[in-house]
């Protein structure tokens, strides 16, 4: 009955190489979002899609593609990793509308070497 | 940057005491949240707190919010040792849902 899951929890892989982290919520909520944790734990937006459409994009590099297929999924792919992307990927979701909570997935460490 | 700060940034207190975390924010909000992270978890929702609101309480919680200084507090009365955590507060403005967290504040409450 996990409310937003995320695979796969650890992610290491070597710099050039493209990964995807999945995201999945059975809350029935309309709006989901990608949040980068840094090595100092800052948390920072990255995305956010309301009903399958893209709603917030933060200045991320395009290397990040995030992938809807449905309102219950929100994936995120990764091209050409750079050192840098080194951080913890947490997905959230919400029910529409400033006055949601946001409900946090687990998160995805991902290490590139 | 829109981040907020957070202060302390960190906290070492005995179990049984009071732990109070102080945010300042930048820009104007339509509601203040607090979340908890677990060492090596995701964030849990504590608290929302309105811009028209000026104190909230939730259990052991108690968060206050004064928005012509932009700042909130989150007090946790009697500490135990599973409220060692990370604390964040986060602002949002608009409806696009996008939190803007702070710096964060590490509490250690020892047993």
């Known amino acids: 009955d996990t409310a937003v899951s995320q695979t796969p929890k650890y992610l290491v892989t070597q710099m050039g190489n493209d990964k995807s982290i999945k995201c999945e919520q059975n809350?029935?909520?309309?709006?989901m979002y990608w949040y980068k944790q840094d090595s100092k734990k800052f948390l920072k937006i990255m995305f956010s899609y309301n009903n399958k459409e893209l709603i917030i994009n933060e200045t991320v590099p395009n290397r990040f593609s995030p992938k809807s297929p449905d309102k219950a999924h929100l994936n995120l792919h990764i091209n050409s990793l750079e050192l840098g992307d080194s951080a913890v990927y947490f997905c959230?979701?919400?029910?529409?509308?400033?006055?949601?909570?946001?409900?946090f997935g687990p998160g995805t460490r991902l290490t590139v070497l | 940057s829109q981040q907020g700060e957070e202060d302390p940034q960190a906290l070492s207190i005995q179990e049984g005491e009071n732990a109070t975390m102080n945010c300042s924010y930048k820009t104007s909000i339509n509601n203040l949240q607090w979340y908890r992270q677990n060492s090596g978890r995701g964030l849990v929702h504590l608290i929302l707190i309105r811009s028209n609101e000026r104190e909230k309480h939730s259990g052991r919680l108690r968060v206050t919010l004064d928005t012509s200084k932009k700042s909130s507090s989150l007090l946790i009365t009697a500490s135990r040792a599973a409220d060692t955590a990370s604390y964040f507060c986060a602002t949002i403005w608009d409806q696009g849902g996008k939190l803007i967290f702070g710096q964060g504040t590490e509490l250690s409450v020892k047993p």
């Open positions: 959230a979701s919400s029910p529409w509308g400033t006055t949601n909570e946001q409900f």
């Open positions: 809350l029935g909520h309309d709006t």
